[in-house]
């Protein structure tokens, strides 16, 4: 990835389309008081860069699929094989390398119990160079999902209204809501060709997706805006901090008393630090992502933000080193061979 500073107009974009990850160019410069052609140049430059894309992300949740936070530590020779090899598999979100390079934190998904038992019980453990694993299982989102990370806004208020499409309810964040949503959704191979193919650039055209789904572009249309009406389906912009301004990752493991667990957790959906942030299971029942501008940041951060939530028991802070894969693809510099037999493989 080359190096890229952001100026206003690119984090205007970026804002925008986080707001709407199918914004016609036409639409955002209009609201941003530019021409079409200056907005679609800014894209492809921030795309080709490897700094900007938009990704369509499937709701594992609303499915009904489990989600897990897993923890591994390594050998210190091993971390990055490890990680790489995670990174590989489909069921992976996010693999990152954390505090010393021999921990791994990743997020995995299982449609199945049969996944989650080939990835818990069978993959990891079959590693000599794992030599330990937690997994956490999500139980609630307080933050990340439609929303979005809150350190990409860039955009006034107005113009930030201007860009939105049809409201899209969060099943998750309204858990317990009655809504026309909450209608059971069944996925045929079509529907996951067509989410494999927005998760790979949540643009592409509506010709291409009706030429790999094998429907109509007004199909696509349709089957779109139902899956995006059901929550199954948004968008999102993955977009390194780096550009941004920030320096300092990590991922927080919170020991929360139970009955101020909601609490918390919606406190800190609030912070503009906090990118992810869910109930788990385990020791630590509260798991969340920041990010800061640097280390003095985070660390005013950690004792006043963190500190003042009185509910919070413990925290362990894991400073993230490298992201190995995010939102869904492997970040270049990570395409090494993986561990040696009996590692956790790619599928």
């Known amino acids: 990835m080359e190096t890229v500073t952001l100026d206003r107009l690119d984090r205007c974009l970026a804002h925008a389309l986080q707001i709407d990850g199918r914004a016609p160019f036409s639409k955002i410069g209009e609201v941003l008081g530019v021409s079409e052609n200056t907005i679609a140049r800014r894209y492809r430059r921030l795309r080709s860069a490897g700094i900007l894309r938009v990704v369509g992300v499937v709701d594992g949740l609303r499915l009904d699929h489990v989600s897990w936070a897993v923890r591994l530590r390594c050998t210190p020779d091993a971390a990055s ?178 009955a101020k667990l909601a609490t918390v957790g919606e406190a800190l959906a609030q912070h503009p630090e906090v990118t992810v942030a869910a109930a788990t299971t385990g020791p630590a029942n509260l798991f969340a992502g920041v990010t800061c501008r640097n280390s003095r940041d985070l660390y005013r951060y950690l004792t006043e933000r963190i500190g003042s939530l009185k509910a919070v028991r413990h925290v362990e802070t894991a400073p993230l080193i490298r992201t190995v894969k995010r939102a869904g693809a492997i970040l270049p510099g990570f395409h090494q061979e993986g561990p040696g037999s009996g590692g956790a493989q790619s599928r």
Do not use: N
């Open 81 to 258: 094989a490890v990680a790489t090899a995670l990174a590989r598999r489909s069921d992976t979100a996010w693999v990152s390398l954390l505090s010393g390079g021999t921990e791994i934190a990743c997020g995995t998904l299982a449609r199945t119990p049969a996944e989650r038992d080939a990835f818990l019980l069978e993959k990891l453990p079959r590693s000599r160079q794992v030599v330990g694993v937690t997994a956490h299982r999500m139980l609630h989102r307080f933050a990340g999902g439609p929303a979005g990370w809150a350190g990409l806004r860039a955009l006034s208020t107005e113009q930030a209204a201007a860009l939105l499409v049809d409201p899209v309810v969060d099943p998750v964040a309204q858990e317990g809501t009655a809504s026309p949503t909450d209608e059971p959704v069944q996925l045929d191979e079509a529907d996951h060709a067509l989410l494999e193919a927005l998760s790979k650039d949540g643009r592409t055209t509506h010709t291409d997706l009706a030429a790999i789904t094998g429907w109509s572009e007004s199909t696509v249309r349709r089957r779109m805006a139902h899956l995006r009406q059901t929550g199954i389906l948004y968008f999102d912009v993955d977009i390194p901090p780096e550009p941004l301004g920030f320096h300092a990752e990590a991922w927080l493991w919170m020991s929360v008393k139970p």
